[in-house]
């Protein structure tokens, strides 16, 4: 069960430096939510990139003065959103999230408006099928992707992997799927005959569920493409982007270079790009 709550922006008072105001927040388990805020206007970003976010600190003990305290964050929702939105982990004791967790409608966040990352189109050279491989909040560069249009024209097939824990840490992913394959807008928008280029592999590492294992033992031992009726990967044919933990890129990236793949930047594209999904 997720809970959400709507707001009337009309009534924030700006008062943080780089505020910008809550519009929505989504509880998806006692690990996850996502929120959605009201964008710079100014702001301009490429989907897939990354801004830091946060909150003021607590004061300090002796002078009392307060300073910002920011995480990298990636922005989920696509370039064209009139809002952002963002797809947070909730980490117990963590400086930001343990207070960012409790944020409510209508209350304020810091953001820098200083958008950069790896996990763009400009990164990879054309190619016929891109994978997107996310495991946990590595979701959220490609739920801006997935909304964005260059994807679909750029490609004849789209692939997205998204491996949890459990089941209901696949939901935000399985929901936001849906909706681009239902919402008459997004059919509009991405191309109604395009909808049918995007495959959604959803596996759970812990909890039992219909796609059971690790997307790298999947990969390695051929269940990925067997299930997908794929012949392996090409670097002719191939582009990957790659987010999760620094143990998962750092293996996805030998499996691709195993097939060829290369790794690119914005300043050299090539076969494929990654970006951690968090620090640690
Ligand atoms: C480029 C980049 C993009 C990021 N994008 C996002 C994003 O879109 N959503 C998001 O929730 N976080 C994202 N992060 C992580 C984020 O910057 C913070 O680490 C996170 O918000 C926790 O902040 P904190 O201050 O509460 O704890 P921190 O002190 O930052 O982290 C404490 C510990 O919690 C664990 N942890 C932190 N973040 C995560 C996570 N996302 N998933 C699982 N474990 C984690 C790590 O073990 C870390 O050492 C991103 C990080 C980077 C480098």
Same mark, same amino acid.
């Given at each position: 069960? &997720? ?12 008062? #943080?430096?780089?505020?910008? &105001? ?6 998806? &388990? ?14 301009? !970003?490429?989907?897939?990139? *990354?801004?830091? @976010? ?29 809002? #952002?939105?963002?797809?947070? @982990? ?12 409790? @944020? ?27 994978? !997107? !491989? ?17 994807? *679909? ?16 840490? #696949? ?17 509009? #928008? ?14 759970? &590492? ?75």
């Amino acid at each position: 069960m &997720t809970e959400q709550t709507p707001v009337n922006t009309q009534t924030a008072v700006k008062a #943080l430096p780089d505020a910008q &105001t809550v519009t929505e927040v989504t509880h998806w &388990t006692d690990r996850l939510f996502s929120f959605r805020c009201t964008r710079p206007a100014s702001l301009r !970003f490429r989907s897939g990139e *990354f801004v830091m @976010i946060g909150l003021m600190g607590d004061p300090d003990p002796k002078t009392g003065k307060q300073k910002p305290l920011l995480r990298a964050y990636s922005i989920a929702s696509p370039s064209w959103d009139d809002e #952002l939105e963002f797809y947070s @982990i909730k980490v117990q004791d963590g400086p930001l999230t343990s207070k960012l967790q409790h @944020i409510q409608p209508g209350e304020q966040i810091i953001l820098r408006p200083k958008p950069v990352g790896t996990l763009v189109h400009d990164a990879l050279l054309p190619g016929k099928r891109l994978w !997107f !491989f996310a495991t946990g909040t590595g979701f959220a560069p490609f739920a801006s992707l997935l909304r964005d249009p260059q994807t *679909f024209e750029d490609y004849e097939q789209v692939i997205i992997t998204h491996t949890c824990r459990d089941v209901a840490e #696949l939901e935000y992913g399985r929901r936001l799927v849906e909706h681009i394959r239902t919402d008459e807008m997004m059919g509009e #928008l991405l191309g109604q005959e395009n909808l049918g280029k995007l495959t959604y592999y959803p596996t759970t &590492t812990r909890e039992e569920s219909l796609r059971m294992g690790r997307i790298t033992t999947l990969l390695e031992d051929g269940t990925l493409f067997a299930d997908l009726g794929i012949d392996g990967m090409s670097p002719d044919t191939d582009r990957a982007m790659v987010c999760g933990s620094l143990g998962l890129n750092t293996d996805l990236k030998a499996i691709l270079e195993s097939f060829g793949l290369e790794e690119g930047a914005n300043s050299d594209p090539k076969h494929y790009v990654v970006e951690k999904a968090f620090v640690g």
